[in-house]
């Protein structure tokens, strides 16, 4: 238990250290520098690109935790971060050139589960191949111990979302996707105690 607690701190002190609220990167890849920020007035992800004039693009309100929510570069794009107390999501965006607009590539979230840990691990679903992973634990209280479920490796699709569309709902339903699947597969692993 103390490994898998220990791990979740460190992915919360990385996203403390290389967070911010505004990002200066080209991300359409024409040459000049575009902007992502977090607007904390509007609860918002804005984007504006040069190839759009610079005319603001945002999501629809998120809620927003100061302290614990950034921007952070990715190879491609950029990433979108925020973190609870026991729980945290990503969601990875990059430029469509073809739809010329921002598209949510994945979607990553980690949980700490109640206090034996029960429920805890962390999960990524690819928007462009619908792959689903999950790693999860449960509490055996037979057993007094934390039990590893195997990988969950399945297809999760959820449709074309960009960041004009992006919402706090679109988590939330990721969230809910991933509690199904652990919730079925915390019950074959029980069942072949």
């Known amino acids: 238990m103390k490994k898998i607690s220990i791990l979740f701190a460190l992915i919360i002190l990385a996203n403390y250290s ?6 200066i990167k080209d991300i359409d890849f024409d040459g000049k520098e575009d902007t992502v920020l977090i ?9 504006k690109l040069s190839t759009l004039n610079y005319k603001s693009i945002s999501s629809k309100p998120i809620e927003i935790l100061n302290e614990t929510c950034g921007i952070k570069e990715s190879k491609n794009g ?17 430029y469509n050139s073809k739809t010329k607009k921002i598209q949510l590539i994945g979607m990553s979230r980690y ?6 840990n029960d429920g805890s691990g962390e999960s990524s679903v690819n928007l462009l191949t619908d792959d689903y992973i999950g790693n999860w634990n449960y509490f055996d ?30 988590y939330f339903n990721y969230a809910e996707k991933c ?6 597969y915390k019950k074959i692993k029980m069942a072949k105690k």
């Not at 950029?78 to 990059?94: L, P, S, T, V």
């Open 18 to 23: 290389f967070g911010q609220k505004k990002l």
């Open 39 to 47: 607007d904390s007035i509007k609860s918002t992800i804005v984007c």
């Open 78 to 94: 950029f990433i979108f971060y925020n973190d609870w107390m026991r729980a945290g999501y990503k969601n990875q965006f990059r």
């Open 111 to 116: 949980e700490f589960g109640n206090a034996a």
């Open 141 to 170: 209280m037979e057993k007094d111990r934390l039990i590893k479920i195997p990988t969950i490796k399945t297809k999760m699709k959820f449709g074309n979302i960009n960041l004009e569309n992006f919402s706090e709902e679109t």
């Open 179 to 184: 509690a199904e699947l652990f919730n079925k």
